[in-house]
């Protein structure tokens, strides 16, 4: 079964961090960059960070560089986005995107005292 399942969303004071994982089916996972994008309401939904299969390159949005880190796991077909100095901005549901062309239910984080 082709699927992406994100968790590690939840509710987190200003300046606390989390950490989102996804987990893949094989084949939309090896060979493929990865990227996790946001979605908050009445928003568009935005590129966050993306993985190039091997790991040799990363690209971060200009609003959380420095803050997030995406990493991936090619041996248990995971991806991961460490999320820290978290702000109310970045609100949003996360989801998880196979350049193949999938996406995962979302997980969502929150930011608020």
């Known amino acids: 079964q082709v699927q992406l399942v994100e968790s590690g969303g939840g509710l987190v004071q200003p300046g606390g961090s989390l950490r989102l994982s996804c987990a893949a089916s094989g084949s939309i996972f090896s060979g493929y960059t990865m990227a996790w994008y946001r979605q908050a309401p009445g928003k568009q939904r935005e590129l966050v960070a993306d993985i190039t299969y091997d790991s040799s390159r990363t690209s971060y949005a200009d609003s959380v560089k420095g803050r997030f880190t995406i990493s991936r796991d090619n041996a248990k077909n995971m991806v991961y986005l460490q999320m820290n100095s978290l702000k109310p901005a970045d609100t949003a549901m996360y989801y998880c995107?196979?350049?193949?062309?999938?996406w995962g239910q979302g997980t969502q984080v929150t930011v608020s005292s």
């Open positions: 995107h196979s350049w193949r062309g999938y």
